[in-house]
């Protein structure tokens, strides 16, 4: 594992915790390969949006991913310039991908459902 900086050892348990949570680290794969709105991860996991806005908060305010607001919807995405992005990549690396699940949402028209 190469990073920029050395991580401490209570930001590297910060971040396995957060990523401990199993819909938390589905959101994050997905995240590393497209950006996704609220709505489609309220349909994604079939989770409130409040419920679905916690988790975004959570991984927002530990710098793990970025919101970028388009009128009235908010885009995530993994946030690249984060000092942990490489070890976020070394933890997802070899999960499976999640593109099914954006695929069926393709196909109930649900994938943009923002626009």
Known sequence: MQMNEALDLETTANILKLLGDK????????MS????CVCEFVDLFEMSQPAISQHLRKLKD?????????????????????????????IIG???SQNFKLEELTAQGKRICCD
């Open 62 to 90: 530990s710098g793990i991913v970025n919101e970028e607001r388009r009128g009235q919807w908010i885009f995530y995405s993994l946030n690249k310039t984060s000092s942990y992005h490489s070890f976020i990549l070394t």
């Open 94 to 96: 070899d999960l499976p």
């Open 23 to 30: 819909t938390r680290l589905t959101m994050v794969k997905i």
């Open 33 to 36: 390969e497209h950006e996704c």
